[in-house]
């Protein structure tokens, strides 16, 4: 009875090993000194860094990464249909359709809510660099 939980125990003792040994791998190969000065400094591909590293990113970037990553999981599942579309029939056909309206009708959603417009026009406090935006387009 006991016998059915051996492969289960073999893997996660495999799981915990394939996890420490590298960290006891690294403690015991990586040098050891006073990390100072050019150490913690930033590295940008040989750039001197600008500013903090602590910036705040618009949340539009994060919006529109997002609806980018939705969509092109999506469009992934449209090849392997595509490669035996023959041999699937109408059936298939129909649900992709509807797949694909869902799809259109998410894309139409996002974009008359605005979610990528990168710059808003319509500021409400307007400030700064946009504060133009906003008058010339009431006038």
């Given amino acids: 009875m006991y016998q059915d939980f051996l492969p289960v125990a073999i893997f996660i003792g495999l799981a915990i090993v394939l996890l420490v040994a590298p960290l006891i791998i690294q ?18 591909c040989g750039e001197l ?22 969509f092109d999981v999506e469009v992934v599942f449209l090849f ?23 799809l259109i009708v998410g894309f139409a959603y996002v974009w008359m809510k605005g979610d990528l417009d990168w710059v808003k026009m319509k500021l409400k406090y307007a400030s700064g660099r946009y504060a133009h935006l906003d008058a010339k387009e009431s006038k």
């Fill in 80 to 102: 392997p249909w595509a490669v035996v579309f023959k041999e699937l029939g109408l059936i298939a056909f129909v649900e992709v359709m509807m797949f694909l309206g869902i």
């Fill in 49 to 70: 860094p600008e500013g903090s590293a602590w910036v705040q990113f618009n949340i539009r970037f994060y919006i529109i990464a997002l609806i980018f990553i939705i």
């Fill in 27 to 44: 403690f015991l190969v990586s040098p050891r000194f006073n990390k100072k000065g050019d150490k913690l400094e930033i590295y940008e």
